[in-house]
């Protein structure tokens, strides 16, 4: 056993480290990690105010609280619709300058120019104009993978001209804001110049503008995105870097958020149209399911901890069960530790993939409500789960399940580790006892 281990350490240490280091510092992920991050804010007041809209009740109720609520949705409707609209609706709008920004810092050009470089690319292949009106389509989730790539574009176009000091300089006594303007004259050129004809090109030959034609492309890949196999390899990639002391869940979301998105403005559609809801593994489910109390699902953990016989975990557990009621849960991961412990390398592991088997054919199955709403990460699993479910109840019963089922994983490998460590204890007591002695 201590030889497989070494053996995982050294593949782990040697092959699966430097690559995910190198991963999660590469500039585009940076950029698109940080561009959902700038747009979190938004999409949540959006969703909160979905789930205000759609309140859990059902429409023959007679209750009196519940009818008036229901009652004022449905006269208000297009009103209260409007903060969705504003935020959910067109939520490519933020991912979209956020990804400019972030990668224009990195390329130290201006955060600013470059996310409004970023957007009108975007507006350019992802608002086609009929009859007058501008269609919102591809503003929400269907134009995600859009406003990734034209970003990305966009900016690049921006560095490359500048980098070749291709642009218009102004005399220094011009005021900077006006130079700067006239400084992404040019980009701005180069964009319209090749992205506009390449929209209508591909929409000539095959009907599709660019949204579109990316959208069919990528459906095998998103609907796989939604599969139990996806699911576990997410899991299972995400608690091996951790393992390794690489914050995996950072890698995982960064690429997993284009797919979670694009689910969830698609259930989030099917709500509002009264119609079944075609996507389970959205980030409600991850934060909710398999991450309770923290990656690794410890929460349960820092319970048994409290309990612990040895000092130094009993210790652990009361610094750490509260930040794990909110999802951080760096004092159990590094305090246990769990990091490189090969005690608890297999309930670390095993925990949040069953979590998953289990909320996942359970939801399948119909038995759990499915997320419709983008909640704080940090928000309490119970709570989030029913939360992100338009506040179902049955969320809070799967999440409950999890918990029990990760103390029962937990529960024996942590007996093995709190007995190593209570040897430990007594022998340190009894060369303290014995340095005592002898200094008498």
Not at 171 to 190: C, D, N, Q, Y
Request: glycine share 8%; hydrophobic share 50%.
């Amino acid at each position: 056993m201590s030889r497989l281990y070494q053996a995982m350490v050294e593949v782990i240490e040697q092959k699966i480290t430097p690559l995910a280091g190198a991963l999660g510092q590469q500039k585009y992920i940076i950029a698109i990690r940080d561009g959902f991050t700038s747009a979190l804010p938004f999409m949540i007041i959006g969703s909160f105010m979905l789930v205000f809209i759609f309140p859990p009740f059902a429409a023959d109720t007679t209750l009196g609280f519940a009818r008036a609520w229901l009652d004022f949705s449905l006269r208000y409707r297009e009103q209260l619709m409007l903060p969705f609209n504003l935020s959910m609706g067109v939520m490519t709008f933020f991912i979209a300058v956020g990804i400019g920004s972030s990668l224009g810092k990195q390329y130290q050009l201006d955060p600013i120019m470059t996310g409004l470089l970023a957007l009108s690319g975007f507006l350019l292949v992802a608002a086609p104009y009929h009859d007058g009106q501008i269609s919102t389509q591809y503003f929400s989730g269907q134009g995600i993978f859009t406003a990734i790539l034209t970003g990305i574009y966009c900016t690049e176009v921006y560095h490359f001209l500048k980098r070749r000091n291709i642009t218009i300089r102004l005399p220094k006594e011009v005021p900077t804001g006006v130079a700067r303007s006239f400084e992404i004259l040019i980009p701005v050129i180069v964009i319209v110049a090749t992205l506009h004809p390449l929209n209508l090109l591909i929409q000539s030959t095959t009907g599709m503008i660019i949204p579109e034609a990316i959208m069919h492309l990528l459906a095998p890949l998103v609907s796989a995105s939604d599969s139990l196999p996806a699911i576990l390899i997410s899991v299972l990639i995400c608690q091996i870097l951790w393992f390794a002391g690489i914050h995996g869940a950072l890698i995982v979301t960064g690429i997993m958020n284009p797919f979670w998105m694009t689910n969830l403005a698609l259930n989030q559609s099917a709500l509002s149209a009264g119609g079944a809801l075609p996507h389970i593994y959205l980030q409600g489910f991850w934060d909710h399911y398999l991450l309770i109390g923290g990656v690794g699902s410890t929460l349960p953990l820092a319970f048994l901890l409290l309990r612990s016989r040895a000092v130094h975990l009993r210790t652990i557990g009361k610094m750490g069960v509260v930040p794990s009621f909110f999802n951080i849960n760096e004092p159990i991961l590094f305090g246990t530790p769990i990091i490189m412990n090969p005690v608890l390398f297999l309930p670390f592991i095993l925990v949040p993939m069953l979590n998953a088997t289990f909320a996942y054919i359970a939801t399948k199955l119909g038995w759990v409500a499915q997320v419709v709403s983008l909640t704080p990460w940090t928000t309490p699993a119970p709570i989030g789960a029913s939360w992100a479910a338009n506040w179902a109840f049955s969320p809070v019963i799967m999440c409950l399940f999890c918990m029990v089922l990760s103390a029962v994983m937990y529960y024996p490998f942590l007996k093995a580790y709190e007995r190593t460590l209570l040897r430990q204890e007594q022998e340190t007591a009894q060369q303290e006892r014995a340095g005592v002695a002898v200094s008498q």
